[in-house]
């Protein structure tokens, strides 16, 4: 689990992701060798914050609490910064103050009787402070201007309902304490 990067003639790997073991379930779980345990942390959202580095979320084997947020240098690709303790995050952004958005389109989803208007959320990291904003199973988010956009009902079509994807403009004020 990397990202690559092209410099105009030549692809590179640009980062590697060690396998998250930051959870009782991830610690020590069995992954393709036993050299290298842990989850691994596949990248499904890539954000360029107003610092210039670039955030990338990890959804780590879906493992409750076990994915992370990682801030890396532009230039260099090394990390600069983790942010944990997150349950599956599907997308992330940065806002022109630093807030970072991360969207968790699996959130409250009960797998018995699926409910895509009430599964999902996106949580904002701004100051060390997490707070909550439902979301209807939000995946890519994206900063423009001085709002935040999102895409909801994202994975309706799994639960065979079509056509109900929608685009969110959100003002960062909507955002609610975590509870």
């Known amino acids: 689990n990397d990202i690559l990067a092209f410099n105009g003639s030549s692809l590179h790997t640009y980062h590697v992701f060690p ?26 959202g890539m954000a ?5 580095n670039l ?62 208007d009430t599964a999902g959320r996106i949580i904002r990291i701004h100051n060390g402070q997490r707070t909550v904003l439902q979301v209807p199973t939000a995946t890519g988010l994206t900063w423009h201007g001085s709002r935040l956009f999102a895409s909801g009902h994202s994975l309706d079509a799994l639960a065979n309902i079509k056509n109900t994807g929608v685009i969110y403009k959100i003002n960062p004020s909507a955002f609610h304490k975590k509870k």
């Open 48 to 52: 360029r914050g107003p610092n210039g």
């Open 55 to 116: 955030y990338v979320s990890l959804l780590a084997g879906e493992s409750p609490h076990s994915g992370e947020i990682q801030e890396l240098n532009i230039q260099t690709g090394a990390l600069v910064r983790t942010w944990d303790d997150i349950t599956a995050p599907t997308g992330v952004a940065v806002g022109s103050d630093g807030s970072i958005y991360v969207s968790q389109a699996t959130y409250n989803l009960n797998e018995q009787r699926p409910n895509p």
């Open 19 to 44: 396998n998250i073991r930051n959870t009782k379930v991830c610690k020590n779980a069995k992954n393709n060798d036993k050299k290298h345990p842990g989850c691994d942390p596949v990248p499904t």
